[in-house]
């Protein structure tokens, strides 16, 4: 990949503190199961994907709110400390920091419950944040596990701006027409994309088939995610599946945010919605052999091994 120019990506999203608990299998209702590993680690969807884009290369300022708890201090430390840009990171006195719960099983798969705390209580002026930074900005990441409204008017903002918007509709709610054109680019998952198109996703047939639905929906790039078999991405007039990079995974928690960080550097860099794709299927992919959400974005010397080296 030649890089002409530093990126400058603009991130309004969670910041969330993870705890995370893993074993052997995931409890029934009213069960208790003896866990293997407890650890907490600094994540949030937004937050993870700033600091995915940050290692890969791009210039990173990051939109959002923690409490005035001692968790919150540390997010936010943890931030400044990967060279994200921390100044429109907000401190909410009321509402303590966003949580979000996390359990793995044997097979690293995992199941979250994400409270979301001060993150939901951004408003104006994280917005206006948002406009003051996308004057010199090349793309914009949202997610959902901020207040989608507010995500949505800053996609409006975006687009006033002529910058691309990159979104990655977790946890899923349904959106309008109107909302998928303002998105642009939209990454969910399989069960993110069943949620919103009603496509039961299984293997690339169907991701296709859930990949065209969104497109028709709005969504100028529809890019589903589908684990260990890949990905597939659809515009208005390519379906592709790209097949997912052989690794040996140990933790899946963040695989998706380091995705979409690839993503979102590769497009700001100029790259075809192909490459793009492949590239944050690479980050994706190196972000799996590595434990944590924020620990495990990977560099961009990595990611440039994985997708040159296989070509």
Known sequence: MVVEHSAKIVVLGSINMDLVAAAHRIP???ETVIGTEFRTTPG????NQAVAACRLGAKVTMVGRVGSDPFGTELVDNLAGTGVDIEHVH???STPSGVAIILLDEHQQNFIIGVYGANMQLDERELDAVRTELSDADVLMIQMETPVELSLR?????KDFGV?????????SQLSQSSYRLAGVVTPNQSEAEVL???VVTEPTSAKTAARALVDLGAKVAIVKIGELGVVYATNDTVEHIPAYTVDSIDTVGAGDAFAGGVAVALAEGETVGDAVRFGAAAGAIAVTKIGAQDSMPYRAEVDDLVFGTR
């Open 28 to 30: 029934g209702p009213g």
């Open 44 to 47: 949030g969807k937004g937050a």
């Open 91 to 93: 401190t909410d006195p």
């Open 154 to 158: 800053a996609a409006a903002i975006a």
């Open 164 to 172: 691309r918007v990159v979104m990655d509709p977790a946890p899923p």
């Open 197 to 199: 198109t009603g496509v």
